[in-house]
């Protein structure tokens, strides 16, 4: 039977399916741990450190590809290169300047001699060499005027992309690499990036307590042996602890980048060198991009059992090519709001042929990640790529969900002037009780300076917005798929594209008028900047959390459907961050608890509680 997956716009317009909550009876978690390991793992009401400090913990074993956990790469000591000595001329030697600007040597007994004239290499940068060097166009490759913005290709996420430009000219699917340990089962921008991609995977363990701590605790009694997880995320260092703690808990991994953009190319290699099979780069192209995710699936000898997606692509692409794979498939963890709608859509056209844990919708992930993520990274973002000041600037935000709430919570503090658009009244009364002035875009076009889209949709600012936009105007999008600008309609003979900066384009009107564009209108904050890492961890441990239920659960308990991830499970989630602040919980008497009706351990919140 074809399977037909319809897209992430269509999505938006199919009804709500109802969200499967679990029995009473099944609320516990089931990580695949013994009753004492998880009570072990939950950190004491009082606060505080869950556990009695232990020795530092050696790095935990990372898999290998398809054979057993190979060790971490250990981050080995930074080699200065040394500056070339300057070699003295002789001191009976003195130097005079001929007429036509060379230099002469004249000896003591007076003979001038012409000194060897020094040859000022012109300097040329990885932009201009693109235009000359740049791999030739295969069937099926990106057609988007890539020749236009073909500097959109380069990677700057490393000092290693300043200093050998000549890395940027060979496509990594053309490179022939291996790790340390002689395998070439990856495909990176630079293997030789590793070990500076190891200290960026060491920072982020500093800011990712719950997922250290869940991997000290669990890796013993390893909840995912035998799991083989085929990912498509953005790959970052927040990520590669994630991975690596996967691969902690006994799990077999191979990944894929969701965005072409958002690739931190020398923590891809740290992780080849650390024995992942991971496929990805930044500035991969629409063909290159599919290509990754084929070769994380298509493997000979390996079969995946569990899927955790980003954006559904991954997910879409089995059904597309390889649907008797999902024989195996014990699950699905999805985390965006795109790919959860073609969830939604495949379950309710009877079409979703396993389980599937709506990761996006989870309190730990909705209210943490969106909100408080986006509340910081959006001027990060903006910053980095435009130098701008927020102060008394004009701002249209489309959409007002948590990711929207964010960023118009940021940008108020800072001093801009913020108007909302939304379709949702409940979401509008929000912005409202904010202070927001809620608008239509057609009725602000003309005047803000900054216009931000977070709705998920398609087409949410079109050509005849773009067109109207005042001089100036940064256009830059906080939503995960890359279609609510209407950046296709700009790729036409009469406008002139100009690249200033990396993922920054100046697109130019016959008149004159210019717009800034952001990334190319995709994710802004993980294409030009990053994201706080400690939010980033809560969200990575439920992700944890979803593939440990999945995969552990007994069969029947989930049907081919979409679920929300226990309550039980969120707040432990939340528990596992708290002694970070030196948070300490309060702890219901027997009596209290008996009034409301609660365990003492929780769940604390019904499941249509909204927070």
Not at 17 to 23: A, G, P, R
Not at 66 to 77: E, I, V, Y
Not at 560 to 579: C, G, I, R, T
């Amino acid at each position: 039977m074809s399977v037909q997956v319809v897209s992430a716009a269509a999505a938006a317009k199919v009804p709500e399916v109802e969200l499967k909550d679990l029995s009473p009876s099944e609320a516990e978690p089931q990580l695949g741990l013994s009753t004492a390991a998880v009570s072990a793992m939950a950190p004491p009401a009082g606060g505080g450190d869950p556990e009695a400090p232990a020795p530092p913990a050696e790095r935990p074993p990372a898999p290998g590809p398809g054979s057993g956990p190979a060790a971490a790469l250990s981050p080995a000591a930074g080699k200065v290169p040394q500056a070339s000595a300057m070699k003295r001329s002789d001191p009976h030697h003195q130097h005079q300047r001929h007429r036509d600007g060379g230099e002469a040597l004249v000896s003591p007994d007076g003979t001038v001699t012409e000194a060897p004239r020094t040859v000022k290499k012109q300097i040329q940068f990885a932009d201009q060499k693109q235009e000359f060097n740049k791999r030739p166009t295969k069937i099926g490759r990106r057609s988007l005027s890539r020749s236009i913005s073909q500097s959109s290709t380069d990677s700057y996420s490393s000092a290693a992309s300043y200093t050998d430009s000549s890395d940027d000219e060979t496509s990594p699917r053309d490179k022939q690499q291996k790790n340390s340990k002689g395998s070439s089962d990856f495909c990176v921008k630079n293997i030789k990036q590793a070990e500076f991609g190891r200290r960026e995977i060491e920072i982020a363990e500093q800011e990712m307590p719950a997922l250290m701590a869940l991997r000290k605790r669990a890796q013993g009694e390893k909840p995912l042996a035998g799991a083989k997880i085929v990912g498509c995320t953005h790959i970052t260092a927040q990520t590669a602890v994630l991975m690596e703690t996967l691969g902690a808990l006994g799990a077999q991994c191979r990944w894929a980048a969701c965005n072409i953009y958002s690739t931190l190319n020398e923590v891809a290699a740290a992780l080849a060198e650390s024995g992942f099979p991971v496929f990805a780069w930044k500035g991969e192209s629409e063909d290159d991009f599919w290509w990754c995710i084929d070769r994380c699936v298509n493997v000979e000898g390996w079969q995946p059992n569990m899927i955790l997606d980003d954006g559904g692509d991954l997910t879409h692409w089995i059904y597309k090519k390889y649907p008797n794979m999902f024989k195996k498939i014990k699950g699905i963890v999805e985390e965006s709001v795109t790919g959860v709608h073609r969830l939604y859509q495949l379950s309710k056209a009877g079409k979703l042929c396993v389980p599937a844990m709506n990761v996006n919708d989870s309190v730990t992930k909705q209210k943490f990640d969106n909100l408080y993520c986006c509340r910081e990274s959006i001027l990060d973002g903006l910053k980095r790529t435009t130098d701008m000041m927020f102060g008394g600037k004009q701002v249209v935000v489309c959409g007002y969900g948590e990711v929207g709430k964010g960023c118009c919570a940021a940008l108020k503090a800072m001093g801009s002037i913020v108007y909302v658009t939304e379709i949702d009244p409940i979401c509008a009364l929000q912005a409202c009780m904010d202070g927001f002035r809620l608008v239509k875009l057609n009725e602000v076009i003309r005047q803000v300076d900054i216009v931000i889209t977070c709705t998920g949709n398609k087409n949410v600012v079109t050509r005849e917005h773009l067109d109207r936009m005042k001089n100036s105007c940064i256009v830059c999008n906080m939503g995960h798929s890359n279609t609510e600008i209407d950046v296709a309609s700009l790729r036409t003979p009469e406008l002139t594209w100009e690249r200033v900066r990396s993922q920054v384009d100046h697109v130019i009107w016959p008149d004159g008028k210019r717009i800034v564009l952001l990334a190319e209108g995709r994710l802004l904050n993980l294409s030009c900047s990053t994201v706080p890492t400690f939010v980033l961890s809560i969200t990575a441990t439920t992700q944890a959390l979803a593939l440990i239920e999945l995969y552990n659960a007994p069969e029947g308990r989930y049907k081919q459907d979409v679920y929300l991830l226990p309550k039980k499970m969120d707040e432990y989630v939340a528990s596992l961050h708290l002694p970070t602040f030196d948070a300490h919980l309060t702890e219901l008497t027997d009596e209290q608890a008996k009034y409301l009706g609660l365990n003492k351990n929780g769940p604390f919140k019904p499941n249509y509680y909204r927070y």
